[in-house]
């Protein structure tokens, strides 16, 4: 077999010329004694033609029984179609068909080997496969290849060493729950799939290998949530001697060459940066869209003397009443408003919270109209009118700071993809920064860490004696951390990390550990700190999100080759699965199942 070229590279370069080709059938078309046949490779489409005037009978014969996933080589030469097709690259040339060899034959597949099948995705996750075949999966996977591809080179020619870190390690917690691995050599014992490779890029540092990275897969155990799956790759990366500045500046440099390299984007830089705090405040969330203004706005002071009851009731309580402004939002119709009303409704009913929908103002000539109309007095319309212009719709929300920021932002998001604000070939990166370094965990009473336990506190907060138990004190410290943020998506978390054994211990005391569990869980990396470990830190950006993001896609599963439902199941193979009693006899386990049944009580 000497397959001269792919389908989709066939050129002028070849016209005259014979060539050997290699695929699966597309579809196949008998005119009247010409049969076409279009032959399909990862690389495109291409047409073939078999003439009863320069093919045998025997040739011609072979051609008819051809069916669509025949797998095929044929041989010919390339000549100009006299009837191009522009929606192909190769849609002006054609092969004359001279040789033809079945390499495979193939069943009928369940749905069609189309970018437009109509088949359920379920049914094509059965049949990932076949799914693959189609151009649009293919075309995805290959991209992906070309970012990895694009990353490695950046990272070599930058001085990175690649390292590989283990698969089977301990159970740490890192927010998630991890995939338990049992030993059957020591059993009774357990390794833990990586959620990811955070102690062993720390520990590479110490070893002295001063840039890392690597293309990390991890494993979450986590409930179903449609934009993950229970695996996924990151770009781990970690360097010795750096502060926040030299992370930012490495980051920056490889977006815009990722980018560049395989989108012919030119990416703006410096990313903007932004606080948490003022995220929350701006944008009512910490992963905010910059692709499009429409920030929230404070109106309690305009409205601290309001007769409307519920604006009332809100400053006594030490509430906010928060806004947004729609432009050009006073062309909304009384349906389009009462359709973002209801949708506010369903969005507060998920929050739990009371269904209020908004309140809604807009000036005509400076008298303002909207749901409070009644209630606005001359001193606040003057004030409104001060605010807002005669093209804006502005909408309210009044109530606790924190849940109707939250829900300004969601209705932010949503407003924006509706009135088509948002440019899907725009490409905007933001930095997240000044993290708390512990948060509250209200039904468990106790303080966890923000992100996760290495993360170094902001020095000057630690000089104030802000690292501390003393709940009031730990919430006021801030993190060395940062969150990269692309188009309204978390990519990427990082952070400097601690170096000082002391410091790492007292954190790790702070969030709850006695000190034996401190010792079992991570005396290896609190032994490793006291032998000289550099200032370090790093970053580890999703590269499944990068690349779903880079190509416009709704669904993580379309960038991987291979992947499971929402509730971690693979239709495909069926895992998971059960497992021998053999097998589990091995390993010492005993199976028991939740749903065994009380008994019953007198």
Request: charged fraction near 30%.
């Amino acid at each position: 077999m000497n397959r001269t070229c792919y389908a989709g590279e066939v050129n002028d370069c070849l016209l005259g010329k014979k060539v050997t080709l290699c695929g699966w059938v597309q579809r196949q078309r008998d005119l009247g004694g010409v049969i076409f046949i279009d032959l399909r490779d990862r690389s495109g489409i291409f047409q073939i033609v078999f003439e009863p005037e320069s093919c045998e009978e025997e040739l011609l014969r072979i051609a008819k029984n051809i069916r669509s996933e025949f797998i095929i080589e044929v041989v010919g030469i390339i000549r100009k179609r006299s009837n191009p097709n522009p929606n192909l690259p190769t849609g002006y040339l054609e092969m004359l068909a001279s040789e033809l060899t079945l390499l495979n034959e193939s069943e009928t597949p369940p749905f069609l080997i189309t970018d437009n099948t109509d088949a359920k995705e379920d049914l094509r996750l059965v049949y990932r496969f076949l799914d693959l075949r189609r151009p649009f999966l293919q075309k995805n996977v290959i991209f992906r290849h070309e970012v990895v591809k694009a990353i490695r080179e950046f990272l070599y020619k930058e001085g990175f060493i690649e390292i590989e870190t283990p698969m089977l390690i301990r159970s740490t917690p890192e927010g998630a729950r991890d995939y338990i691995v049992p030993s059957r050599i020591y059993q009774g014992k357990f390794y833990a799939l990586p959620q990811s490779p955070q102690l062993f890029k720390q520990l590479s540092m110490i070893a002295g290998f001063d840039k890392y990275f690597q293309i990390a897969r991890c494993f979450r155990d986590e409930d179903s949530r449609s934009d993950r799956q229970p695996e996924f790759t990151q770009l781990d990366l970690e360097m010795s001697f750096v502060n926040e500045e030299d992370i930012y500046d490495i980051t920056e440099r490889l977006f815009c060459n990722i980018f560049k390299t395989c989108l012919n984007v030119n990416i703006q830089t410096p990313f903007q940066r932004i606080s948490y705090l003022k995220a929350l405040t701006e944008y009512g969330t910490d992963k905010p869209d910059i692709r499009f203004e429409m920030k929230i706005e404070d109106y309690s002071d305009l409205f601290k003397e309001s007769s409307f009851p519920v604006f009332q009731k809100t400053i006594e309580d030490s509430g906010r009443i928060l806004g947004i402004k729609i432009a050009d939002g006073s062309n909304y119709s009384r349906k389009e408003i009462e359709n973002l009303q209801e949708w506010m409704k369903e969005q507060q009913r998920s929050f739990r919270l009371q269904e209020t929908g908004f309140i809604w103002l807009k000036s005509n000539n400076q008298e303002i109209q909207g749901t409070i109309k009644k209630y606005v007095s001359i001193t606040e319309a003057s004030l409104l009118n001060g605010r807002i212009k005669e093209t804006d719709l502005l909408v309210l929300l009044a109530g606790k700071e924190s849940e109707i920021s939250s829900q300004l932002g969601v209705l932010r998001n949503h407003i924006a993809k509706t009135a088509k604000l948002i440019d899907k070939n725009d490409f905007k990166f933001c930095w997240i920064t000044d993290f708390p370094l512990f948060k509250w965990n209200e039904e468990e009473q106790k303080i966890e860490t923000e992100h996760h336990p290495f993360t170094q506190p902001n020095m000057d907060d630690y000089r104030e004696g802000y690292l501390s138990e003393e709940k009031e004190k730990a919430l006021k410290c801030r993190a060395r951390c940062y969150d990269l943020v692309l188009n309204g998506i978390e990519l990427s978390s990082g952070s400097i990390r601690n170096h000082d054994p002391k410091i790492q211990y007292k954190i790790l005391e702070i969030i709850g550990m006695s000190k034996a569990e401190i010792d079992r869980r991570f005396g290896f990396l609190l032994d490793a700190l006291k032998y000289g470990a550099p200032p370090h830190g790093g970053i580890a950006p999703g590269i499944d999100r990068l690349v779903m993001i880079m190509l416009g896609l709704d669904s993580l599963r379309d960038v991987y080759a291979f992947p499971k439902t929402s509730t971690g199941l693979c239709l495909m193979t069926k895992a998971p699965s059960e497992v021998d009693k053999e097998q589990l006899a091995e390993l010492g386990i005993n199976l028991v199942s939740k749903n065994v049944e009380k008994k019953e009580t007198g």
